[in-house]
């Protein structure tokens, strides 16, 4: 039972990592109407941003590690979403009138770039750096010694995740850009005709995106405690399983795929065997879309002819 | 559902100097943002695991430097010639010109390549770039069935060629079976996971159905390497058995293929062999494809390629029409597999990564899907090019990542050629497929 409930804690906080970047595929999907695929590389890009923030930051003399934090957090944001933006306004808007496979495959194309790009600029290993929040709280501790911890950054993972949830969908249902948004998913032309501008609110899609996948990026920094170049192809592929789980085009049913994604994940290795937990991740995105096309949720689909 | 941005129409038309350097002034200021801390910081773990950096500014200054003046070079381009169109690039009598030489390249083609064993006998490296560049021409022609004919964006095509590859590696390591006995196991297997693959994905729209075989590939990877017992696990299966020449072995020994006919025995008569074997199975790939495409079958493909709604309205059985474009791809998938593994007498799970399905797909679409002289052509293009680049290996895959996006914005169709459909009610011209609005089939 601690066990049950450790792992609950372990795979809730990975889930909300995954969650964190379903958002990005969820909200391109919703409005482009095309799998973003480079964004886990986004993610990938977010995190080594993150790490070489950290690390100039630390080395000016800077101690105050909320402060650190802090500035990681917006600098990476910030870069990261710049990097969606240009990669929308490349490989993405010259063909938002092609035939369906191109924009996938110039998607690939990009995914390729950033990859080879970063281990180009950063080397191919791995980049670790010194734990930078420790400690934690011991929730209970059973008679055998089992006892179920709950960190100080798992904590943090999920307060973070929860808070921005909040703060984007806020964003999506009350402002401007979010009924703006709303808009372009239901019918561009109609939206450009009333007055919406249907480029800008498609690279603000993919700046929040990128934004959201950079925060990720850097929840799995202190995480995990380091990133490499290829981090970005598994978990951008988890991370879509997550979304289309959860209902592609829908934000909470994002985030509810992710916790279920890592939860399954994470389970399958502590109950039956690590090296097959990504198989088990890629199988659930199969059945999924065997038994529920749509997601959990999602609305069905009209075929349009 | 066109929706013709009037801002980017006009503004790439009358841009004077003074915008023109406005723009790039800007592009620069990205640029120097986006590589400031990614190529500007360089990190790397020292041995005890700490992390240093140093500076590489001079990099990012000719970065930067770079987008500068490339995107005036981009943007003069564009106000001199205008919008990229075949038309303007190529004029319409050099086209005339090209379309006459295109119907004599593939039979010439096709001579000089029965030929390349005898003109570079003597040069090994030559020969085995062949064989390498044959056997993506016949991904490629076996992935063009999926892809080019019945429109069904495979991205896990790479899953297919591996249960070839191992097919053929297990059979004949574990039991001795020869490669001639194994070749039809190894297409039949690899066509009954096309199938089972097929059943789930059927219902799928398109892009649902790339991220699912993306998905069925890694597990397939995953699973060879993980089932350390029967796969051999990372370290693959090695000493693959050699094709026989029909059951005669292609060696130095008195039984051997050079003793028995008598001549002098040379380690480039298996090569040579091997060149044919593949150039016959790419053939056979071909030939089969191209009878395919005039059958009920080929046409119910090509028909649901430009829209599946409309196929099924007309009362094709789209499930059955998926299914059997993706068994008879994943079957070619399979004998290519086989061959490689004989090829290189070892095989691991690296040379089964998604890298390598994109790289095939690549070749499929840059020569145009359904294209079948195009894929050729585009396979020759990619793996010779690939060995330009050869000495430069980590920039290889950068390249290779701009040049698709490149020549998706450039040609979405592909560069070589694309195929219209084969049979048409009217004039073929009067609704080629790029006119066609895409269904969401």
Known sequence: MDYFAQQLINGLVLGSIYGLIAIGYTMVYGIVGMINFAHGDVFMIGGFIALITFLLLISTGLTAIPVILLIVLLVSMAITALYGWTIERIAYRPLRHSFRLAPMLSAIGMSFVLTNYSQVAQGARVKPIPPVITGGYTLHESADGFVIQLSNIQIIVVVTTIVLLAIFTWLVSRTRLGRDMRACEQDQTMAALLGVDVDRTISMTFVIGAALAAVAGLMYLLYYGLVDFFMGFVAGIKAFTAAVLGGIGSLPGAMLGGLAIGLIETFWSAYFSVEYKDVAAFSILIVVLIFMPTGLLGRPEVEKV | ?441
Not at chain 2, 121 to 136: E, G, M, N, S
Not at chain 2, 259 to 267: Q, T
Not at chain 2, 402 to 409: G, T
Request: charged share 10%; with cysteine.
């Open chain 2, 1 to 441: 559902m066109t929706v013709i941005s009037p801002k980017t129409a006009s503004a790439s038309r009358s841009a004077g100097i003074p915008a023109l350097l406005k723009t790039a002034f800007v592009n620069a200021l990205i640029a120097l943002v986006l590589f400031s801390l990614m190529v500007g910081i360089r990190t790397e773990a020292g041995s005890d695991g700490q992390l240093t950096y140093w500076t590489r500014f001079g990099d990012v200054a000719a970065l930067v430097a770079a987008v500068f003046g490339g995107s005036i070079v981009i943007e003069l381009l564009r106000q001199w010639i205008g919008p990229a169109g075949t038309e303007k690039l190529i004029p319409p009598a050099v086209q005339t010109g090209m379309s006459f030489i295109g119907r004599y390249l593939a039979p010439a083609l096709l001579i000089f390549t029965l030929l390349v064993p005898v003109i570079f006998y003597d040069q090994r490296y030559i020969l085995d770039l062949a064989i390498l560049v044959l056997t993506y021409v016949m991904l490629g022609w076996g992935l063009n069935v999926v892809v080019g004919l019945a429109g069904l964006l495979d991205l896990g095509y790479v899953a297919f060629y591996a249960v070839g590859a191992y097919s053929y590696a297990l059979l004949a390591t574990n039991f001795g079976w020869s490669f001639w006995v194994c070749l039809p196991l190894a297409g039949i297997l690899a066509a009954f996971w096309g199938v089972l693959l097929g059943f789930p994905v059927l219902r799928l729209r398109g892009d649902y159905l790339a991220i699912v075989t993306l998905a069925f590939g890694e597990i397939i990877r995953l699973v060879i390497i993980n089932w350390q017992e029967l796969t051999g696990g990372p370290n693959g299966v090695s000493s693959i058995p050699r094709p026989s020449f029909f059951g005669i072995p292609l060696d130095n020994s008195d039984s051997g293929l050079a003793a028995r006919l008598g001549i002098e025995y040379s380690p480039t008569h298996r090569i040579v062999f091997l060149f044919y074997l593949i150039l016959a199975l790419a053939l056979l790939t071909n030939w089969v494809t191209i009878r395919l495409r005039r059958l009920p079958i080929g046409r119910a493909w090509e028909a649901l390629r430009e829209d599946e709604v409309a196929c099924r309205a007309l009362g094709i059985n789209t499930t059955t029409t998926k299914l059997t474009a993706f068994a008879t791809g994943a079957m070619f998938g399979g004998f290519a597999g086989a061959f490689f593994a004989t090829r290189q007498g070892f095989i691991s799970p690296e040379s089964f990564t998604f890298q390598e399905s994109a790289l095939v797909l690549a070749i499929v679409v840059l020569g145009g899907m359904g294209s079948q002289l195009g894929v050729a052509l585009a396979a020759l293009a990619m793996i010779g090019g690939f060995e330009l680049f050869r000495s430069l290996e980590t920039y290889r895959m950068l390249v290779f990542g701009m040049a698709m996006v490149l020549i998706m914005i450039w040609r979405p169709r592909g560069l070589i050629g694309h195929r219209a459909p084969t049979v048409y009610l009217t004039k073929a011209q009067a609704i080629s497929s790029d006119l066609v609005k895409e269904g969401h089939g």
